[in-house]
């Protein structure tokens, strides 16, 4: 029961951080010791229905609860302290770097490590030079419905892999605002093609995405760190000046000392 109400309170904050620009639903998946087990309940699914259908659903509500009741909170939050916001997620990633090259088998960083932190790096910088608004949706419903489908699948992706942020996706796809707008007033013409190609694209990444840590663990692992700190590159605004550096300081400490004393105290580590 303890395990159910821990994930269940970390997918909350999973899905109440699902519209922040600049944070990947991946790597607060990662920071918050869930990553892995979603990915195996998902990809090895009929395995263990039972289990990972009551895992799944546990999540799920949590991150609908999340989402569709803290996430405008945590948005206005974000918009309001914007740079203590920030360093409290960057100090919650940096807790979780530790755990990725242990769960990686790295105990000593060679050329080869070097290699795929970077390329995993330079994927995450080559995203944020695309363009807003590159894919927009149109005006014919069936072509909007295939489109947010489509859109969807990329959302999934985005959601699964660290490091890509799944705001900014929607921003690229220029369907950001109506998202929000969307579910904020349960827009169900507008979210279940969404929601559907979500699903799709959830179910072929985290397939490809496991198969690639049973073959290649060590490998995948330091590209999943490349991701993070990608991430963390991109979404710095800027270092903090006068009384806000006092500020960043301790919700960066609060967040990399909230997530090393999850992942101690988490059943799943």
Known sequence: MRSVIINFLKSIVIGASAFIPGISGGTMAIALGVYDRLLRCVSHFKDNMRQN???????????????????GWVLWMFNTYRL???????????????????????????????FWVLAGYLCITWVAQIPAGSCLVGGIYVLNFLMLMAAGVIVAIAFILPGISTSYILLLLGI??????????????????????????????????ED??????????????????????????????????????????????????????????
């Open 53 to 71: 259908a009551a895992y799944l659903t546990v999540f799920a509500v949590g991150a609908s609860v999340g989402l569709l009741t803290l996430s």
């Open 84 to 114: 203590p916001m920030i360093y409290l997620f960057i100090g919650c990633v940096f807790g979780s770097i530790p755990m990725l090259f242990r769960r990686g088998g790295v105990s000593q960083i060679g050329i080869s490590d070097t």
């Open 176 to 209: 950001y605002d109506i998202s929000q707008r969307a579910v904020q007033s349960w827009n169900f013409a507008f979210l279940v093609p969404l929601i559907l190609g979500v699903l799709a694209g959830t179910l072929i990444t985290t397939r490809i995405l």
């Open 212 to 269: 690639a840590l049973e073959r290649h663990r060590k490998q995948t692992y330091m590209l999943i760190v490349g991701f993070v700190l990608g991430s963390i590159f991109e979404i710095i605004p800027g270092f903090p000046m006068g009384y806000e550096i006092i500020v960043c300081v301790l919700t960066f400490a609060a967040g990399f000392l909230a997530v090393k004393l999850i992942l101690r105290y988490s059943e799943e580590f």
